[in-house]
C-alpha cells in the first residue's frame, strides 16, 4: 500500500471502521513507515483531546423549556422523553436544526466510556503484533520463563499460566501500550488462531466483574475483572471458544 492510499484510509482505520484486508493493509503499512504512523500518532491524539477536553455547553433552562413548550404535546413525560423529543423534532423541523439545537444542548457530545478507548488499543495492538511477525517478546511455553521476564518491566506481576493441557498453548509473552501505560500481553495459540491476554491491574476496590463479550472490527473481545486483575482477550476465533479460553484459566486459580 502507497503512502497516499494508507493516508486516505487513516481517519476510518483511526475510528475502527476498516474491516478485513483493507485493515490489515494500513497495519501493515503503518509498521514500516514512519511518516503515516506519525500522522496515526496525531490523529489519536487529537481525538483524545477531543473526547477529553472539548468545550460543551449547557443551553440555559429557559431555552430547554420554550423547545419544549413548540414540541406536539406528549402524553406522559418518561425517562428519556427529552431525546425522543429530539428525534420527533428532527422530523418536524428538519435535521439540521434538531442537530444545531441538539448539539447546543450537549445530546450530542457525550463522553465515551473509558473502556471504549481501552478496547480501541486492544484491537490495534492486537493487530500490530499479527502483522509485525513478531508477536512476543520473550517466546516460551514455560510459564517459569514467561512470568519472570516481566519483572523490571511492568510494575505488577501478571499471573502466567499455560493452557497447552485445554488446548490453548502458551506461546509466550510481550509487554503492549494500552492507554499509554505499558501491558502484559500473554499470546496463546487455538490451531491456527492467536489470542491476545492483556492482563492490568484493574482500578482499585473494582470487584470481580464480567465476562464481558462484543465483536469490534471483526474480532471477538472478553473483558473481565478476577482478583484485582482486568482481563482481555481477543482474538479472531469463535465467541465459544475464547469464551472456554477464559474457563480454562480461571479453573488454574
Ligand atoms: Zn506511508
Redesign the pocket.
Given at each position: 500500500?502507497?503512502?497516499?492510499d494508507?493516508?486516505e484510509l487513516l481517519a476510518a482505520h483511526v475510528d475502527g471502521e476498516l474491516r478485513g484486508r483493507e485493515a490489515l493493509e494500513v497495519a501493515r503499512?503503518?509498521e514500516?513507515?514512519?511518516?503515516?504512523?506519525a500522522?496515526q500518532s496525531a490523529l489519536m491524539a487529537m481525538r483524545r483531546a477531543v473526547r477529553s477536553d472539548a468545550t460543551r455547553y449547557r443551553a440555559p433552562a429557559a431555552l430547554a423549556a420554550r423547545v419544549q413548550a413548540a414540541l406536539p404535546s406528549q402524553p406522559r413525560q418518561q425517562p428519556n422523553a427529552v431525546v425522543r423529543s429530539w428525534q420527533r423534532l428532527a422530523l418536524v423541523s428538519g435535521f439540521a436544526s434538531a442537530l444545531a439545537i441538539a448539539f447546543a444542548i450537549g445530546v450530542l457530545v457525550t463522553k465515551p466510556m473509558p473502556s471504549d478507548l481501552v478496547a480501541d488499543d486492544i484491537v490495534a495492538t492486537h493487530v500490530r503484533s499479527l502483522v509485525s511477525g513478531r508477536p512476543v517478546d520473550v517466546a516460551s511455553s514455560d510459564r517459569h520463563t514467561v512470568k519472570p521476564w516481566f519483572a523490571g518491566k511492568l510494575d505488577y506481576s501478571p499471573p502466567v499460566h499455560d493452557l497447552a493441557e485445554q488446548g490453548f498453548p502458551l506461546a509466550g509473552g510481550r509487554v503492549d501500550y494500552i492507554e499509554h501505560r505499558p501491558v502484559a500481553a500473554l499470546v496463546y495459540r487455538r490451531h491456527q488462531h492467536t489470542i491476545n491476554l492483556y492482563v492490568m491491574p484493574a482500578p482499585p476496590g473494582a470487584p470481580n466483574s464480567g465476562p464481558t463479550a462484543e465483536s469490534r472490527q471483526g474480532f471477538q473481545i472478553l473483558r473481565w475483572v478476577r482478583d484485582g486483575m482486568a482481563y482481555f482477550a481477543i482474538s479472531d476465533t469463535e465467541p465459544a471458544e475464547l469464551a472456554q479460553f477464559r474457563a480454562a484459566l480461571v479453573a488454574m486459580d
Open positions: 500500500m502507497e503512502c497516499k494508507a493516508r503499512h503503518l514500516t513507515c514512519t511518516d503515516c504512523a500522522a
